[in-house]
């Protein structure tokens, strides 16, 4: 099964999008770290820091979804992020009090690697309500890790569905698993599919010149190199996380 679209131009907004998610994970990791490591009192898993580190992510996998649509091969994007996600769970795996199993990376490279399978949805549904329901179902599923399903209320899942390593990847975890970063397939792959009907959208307005524009330069070149920055901005943190340890 084959994608239909074809690459366009670039669009300078989603790589500076891209850019101020990478600004705002660098700020959040830097944070972590000093609660952590450096033994900073904050309140790291506040509910207002927990909804902040939820959005970055969502940020991410949204706009992966969105640039997918364009891109000339998901599979090589999808490979390459399963790469750097097994070697960010090898540096975490001895750094950090859990390892990052199935983090961002890793659903990242599986949601670019399956999403072939969905491009006929996204060629068939009208894109507004494509997103609609996509952005829909990952609120039903969000809960689905703490056993739970909204649908106009909570409903209890079962407890066989908790069960091994696969449902966790899912989006089941089993009993007593941990993670420093955990992005399963449900409920971020509707995050996904929504980002890529959002892409729908932009191809249907791609003749609007404001789409061209250029406004943060700066976060554009982030954007454009999120993945090495990802894999190089923690050992700097951890660096400079030490050296404040040692003048506190």
Request: hydrophobic letters at 50%; charged letters at 10%; a positive charge.
């Amino acid at each position: 099964m084959t994608q239909t679209a074809v690459r366009p131009r670039r669009y300078p907004f989603l790589d500076e999008l891209r850019g101020a998610a990478i600004v705002m994970m660098v700020l959040y990791h830097f944070l972590y770290d000093l609660v952590v490591f450096a033994g900073i009192s904050f309140p790291l898993y506040s509910r207002p820091v927990v909804i902040w580190q939820n959005s970055i992510g969502a940020l991410f996998i949204t706009l992966s979804g969105c640039v997918s649509l364009f891109s000339r091969s998901n599979f090589r994007r999808g490979i390459k992020c399963l790469l750097a996600a097994t070697a960010v769970f090898l540096v975490t795996a001895f750094t950090a009090p859990a390892p990052a199993w199935f983090g961002v990376l890793h659903f990242l490279g599986c949601a670019m690697l399956l999403f072939p399978l969905f491009c006929p949805l996204t060629d068939r549904i009208p894109p507004v309500w494509g997103a609609l329901g996509c952005l829909f179902l990952f609120v039903c599923f969000f809960p689905v890790s703490s056993g739970t399903v909204w649908f106009f209320g909570q409903h209890p899942l079962p407890r066989f569905l908790y069960s091994g390593w696969l449902s966790t990847i899912l989006g089941f975890p089993f009993p007593g698993f941990t993670s420093s970063d955990y992005y399963p397939i449900l409920p971020w792959l509707m995050l996904f599919l929504c980002g890529a009907f959002l892409g729908k959208l932009l191809q249907s307005a791609k003749e609007n010149p404001a789409l061209s524009r250029s406004r943060l330069p700066a976060l554009g070149f982030l954007g454009r190199h999120s993945l090495l920055i990802y894999l190089v901005h923690q050992p700097v943190l951890y660096g400079l996380t030490w050296l404040l340890a040692k003048l506190i």
